[in-house]
């Protein structure tokens, strides 16, 4: 879930509501072909065609049947593969929520409620070999909790504006730390998301609800200048823009 109206109280809730025990798995690594393939099909510039999704649903769906049937474990997976599938998951996961509700002018509309309580990022939908997911899950159970990789925040789309682009390649663990820098890159660089001069750094909200994970070895403005064109001073004033929740979907 990208919105982290992120009190002590509701990641409290969100941690005790997702200590769920882990059906053991021996599931070995998948390709991610049929996903690459419906990505350079379906996405244009970081936009979505979902129309184009739904006439591909049986492809689709194929991918999906993989990702259900091969739940990553420690034996048979690197942490690289573990990574990979999980941020792919997690992408392809939104695709789906977002497909059983289209049209949808915002993800968002799909359900309102409270963060970590009852929105539509604590939705139960995903069934990986009889474990059941949300998309809150996914993102801050795993992918925060057990890679501490700041880099999964311009990887995982919420099918947003605002949000990062949908890359039209799926991630790879061979190729996934070259994947995510040029993620960071072009997320940073974006002047649609963060607008960086020397003396004033206009940043995505993500930097502000994920700014503990970008500065656990350094400062924020150090982390974004790893990455960006501009290099921010350290005394750049820093704000947070407006965050678009409209569908990052294709225009016909």
């Known amino acids: 879930m990208r919105t982290f ?9 969100s941690c005790n509501n997702n200590n769920k025990q882990i059906v053991a798995s021996n599931s070995t690594p998948i390709s ?4 690459t393939e419906l990505l350079q099909k379906h996405v ?3 936009k979505v065609n979902y129309k184009g999704f739904k006439e591909d649903k049986v492809r689709f769906d194929e991918y999906l049947n993989l990702l259900n049937t091969h739940h990553p474990n420690n034996k048979n997976w690197s942490k690289n593969e573990q990574l990979a599938y999980w941020i792919n998951a ?5 695709v789906e929520l977002v497909l059983k509700h289209y049209p949808v002018k915002s993800i968002k509309d799909i359900k309102k409620g409270l963060p970590f309580l009852n929105s539509v990022w604590d939705i139960e939908f995903i069934e990986i070999e009889g474990n059941k997911y949300t998309l809150n899950h996914i993102e801050h159970q795993i992918l925060r909790k057990e890679f501490d990789e700041p880099r999964i925040h311009f990887a995982i ?8 682009n949908l890359w039209n390649e799926a991630f790879t663990a061979d190729n996934i730390d070259v994947q995510l820098t040029a993620q960071a890159r072009a997320f940073i660089n974006d002047k649609t998301k963060n607008n960086i001069s020397p003396n004033d750094a206009q940043l995505s909200k993500i930097f502000s609800w994920f700014k503990s994970d970008f500065t656990k070895k350094t400062t924020l403005l150090e982390y974004i200048n790893q990455f960006s ?21 294709l225009s016909n």
């Open 32 to 35: 991610y072909d049929i996903w």
């Open 44 to 46: 244009v510039d970081g």
């Open 229 to 249: 064109d501009t290099k921010a001073s350290s005394d750049a004033k820093v704000n947070s823009l407006d965050y678009d929740w409209g569908l990052n979907e």
């Open 157 to 164: 789309v919420c099918a947003s504006i605002s949000c990062p």
């Open 90 to 94: 997690y992408n392809a996961y939104t």
């Open 5 to 13: 109206l992120f009190t002590s109280l509701f990641f409290f809730l």
